[in-house]
Nanobody, 119 residues
């Protein structure tokens, strides 16, 4: 019902910037929350930032002030602007959406994009 396609990952030096994109298609009008998770080697997957429809944004303490989540004018694409990157930010980043389906809320995932920050 919802498809997510990610892009923008890559290799960057510490202190540099990257912008991740997540293009959503399908029944996007049913999306309640859309955001970004990341998973580093040996670590659990963690929520980085999210947008709650009709409300606002939230950030993990580790990235607040450095990362910014936003939507395009049509609310079909979600971005994660990543500034002042640190080696600790190295991870696979996943776009995630929660969407209503009848009486249930389903979670959808993008394929993941690798972000590597060199020291």
């Amino acid at each position: 019902q919802v498809q997510l396609v990610e892009s923008g990952g890559g290799l960057v030096q510490a202190g540099g910037s990257l912008r991740l994109s997540c293009a959503a298609s399908g029944r996007t009008e049913n999306i309640i929350v859309i955001g970004w998770y990341r998973q580093a080697p040996g670590k659990q997957r963690e929520l980085v930032a999210s947008i709650m429809s009709g409300r606002g944004t939230k950030y993990d303490d580790a990235v607040e002030g450095r990362f910014t989540i936003s939507r395009d004018n049509a609310n079909n694409t979600v971005y994660l602007q990543m500034n002042s990157l640190k080696p600790e930010d190295t991870a696979v980043y996943y776009c995630n959406a929660e969407a209503r389906s009848s009486w249930y809320v389903n979670k959808y995932w993008g394929q993941g994009t690798q972000v590597t920050v060199s020291s």
